[in-house]
């Protein structure tokens, strides 16, 4: 089997490269909610991609979904996040590329246990009355800890936006993993139908 890549692709590709450098070098909540978007909108269009079609395009949504989902399960999960998620080698090496990245200016956490959110990126979590900012009630002094206080995973917005983008880098990695597979195992029974 030999790997061909069209033009199209190789600038799609590089497309997503720098949409991730971008979303990582700026992290704020709008990136996150960008790369939010775009991945679970990605799992949408696979799903009816692979109720559509059949063979290796089905095979690669499925694995594109399985790896992905599973993934995110892993890292945000409800009982997964909180004993796995943290110990994961991705974890790890996001808040470490984030404390060389950052230094001391660490992102805002994504979420707080009260379900609250830094909208307008200036380290402080926002409560929201009548659509707009109106006022600061929690401030961050620097999350070096994915884990609260309360022992919920408490990750920053670099953190999470590191997750769903490795979450769609290891979807299309399970995607071709499962293409191949596929590839293989129709092949075995094309082989074996022929000598019997």
């Known amino acids: ?22 979303a990582l070098a700026n992290t704020n909540i709008w990136w996150h909610s ?26 690669f949504a499925c694995g594109w979904l399985l790896f992905a989902a599973g993934y995110l399960t892993l890292v945000f999960g409800p009982w997964m996040g909180n004993n796995l998620g943290t110990n994961l080698i991705t974890t790890k090496a996001l808040g470490q590329l984030e404390l060389q990245a950052r230094r001391d200016n660490p992102s805002p956490p994504v979420l707080n246990v009260n379900g609250l959110a830094d909208l307008d990126s200036d380290g402080n979590l926002d409560l929201i009355l009548t ?28 953190q999470s936006t590191g997750h769903w983008l490795f979450a769609s880098v290891f979807g299309y990695c399970g995607a071709y993993l499962a293409a191949i597979l596929f590839h293989f195992r129709s092949k075995a029974a ?6 019997a």
């Open 131 to 158: 659509g707009r900012v109106n006022q600061t009630i929690w401030t961050s002094t620097g999350l070096t800890s994915v884990l609260d206080q309360n022992g919920a995973s408490s990750y920053t917005t670099f």
């Open 1 to 22: 089997m030999n790997l061909k890549f069209s033009l199209r692709d190789l600038l799609l590709l590089t497309a997503l490269i720098s949409v991730a450098c971008a």
């Open 34 to 59: 960008i790369v939010v978007t775009a991945t679970l909108s990605g799992m949408t269009g696979l799903v009816i991609w692979g109720t559509l079609h059949a063979g290796s395009r089905r095979a």
């Open 190 to 195: 094309k082989s074996g139908l022929n000598q």
